[in-house]
């Protein structure tokens, strides 16, 4: 079983591939894209034997799994699912479907945990996928109604069972939002970070963590499914 990639040629080749049971933090700025970003990984970087769990606390699971379909991807064949954190929010009566399980709110993390565990034993032991990716976007959402010691257990598990399960790990967090004491404690559960920061009216991004000394920055920019990277 090999390991995973970014989908992203320029930073792929210095990591030289990410092994399996890695957990990555994506933490950057407010509007530097990384909804975009996180979607683009997904999208190229999944394979015939892969699969993908997406927690979204910001759009119900159909607009994520739009995204997707409008990018050209056959939903029919793909292994995603999505754990939908909004749309009981937003008081509508939607069941859960084969690709969307629904928790009540970014505040239950009792259910978006066995929504997540659902989705694990569908992938893992039924359809025997031997690589899955877990997403959770955001973070700092969950971390808006919930304290960093409640966060921090939840993640622990998850972590643990992406590590356990030879899978890959992103949870974004949105920079400037939560105070050094709280970024440093949920660091303690990730092997590396993705990094952004703004270029002028740009973004860039690194990997740290993963090899020796952090890659470059990259600016970037998304069209679609296709990261075009500048080295800064």
């Not at 009540?104 to 996928?129: A, H, Y």
């Not at 709280?182 to 920061?197: N, P, R, V």
Request: with cysteine; net charge negative.
């Amino acid at each position: 079983m090999s390991g995973y990639s970014l989908g992203i040629k320029e930073l792929d080749d210095l990591l030289g591939g990410i092994r399996e049971g890695t957990n990555l933090m994506m933490i950057g700025p407010p509007m530097s894209r990384k909804d975009d970003l996180l979607d683009a990984i997904i999208f190229n970087s999944q394979t015939p034997d892969g699969s993908a769990i997406i927690v979204s606390t910001r759009e119900p699971g159909e607009r994520v799994l739009g995204w997707f379909e409008d990018n050209g991807m056959s939903l029919a064949d793909a292994d995603i699912g999505v754990v939908d954190c909004v749309t009981k929010t937003l008081g509508m009566a939607a069941a859960d479907t084969d690709k969307i399980k629904r928790a009540s709110s970014p505040v239950d993390l009792t259910g978006i945990g066995v929504k997540i565990s659902q989705f694990f034993e569908e992938m893992l032991v039924r359809k025997q996928k031997e690589h899955i990716h877990l997403c959770i976007n955001s973070l700092s959402t969950i971390l808006m109604y919930s304290n960093i010691q409640t966060v921090f257990r939840f993640l622990h598990v998850f972590t643990g069972r992406v590590k356990a399960a030879n899978g890959f790990g992103l949870y974004v967090v949105e920079d400037e939002m939560h105070d050094a004491q709280t970024i440093a404690t949920l660091k303690q559960l990730f092997d590396g970070m993705i990094e952004i920061k703004a270029v002028g009216d740009s973004y860039a991004m690194r990997v740290v963590g993963l090899t020796s000394k952090p890659t470059p920055w990259f600016e970037y920019s998304i069209e679609g499914t296709e990261l075009s990277l500048k080295r800064t």
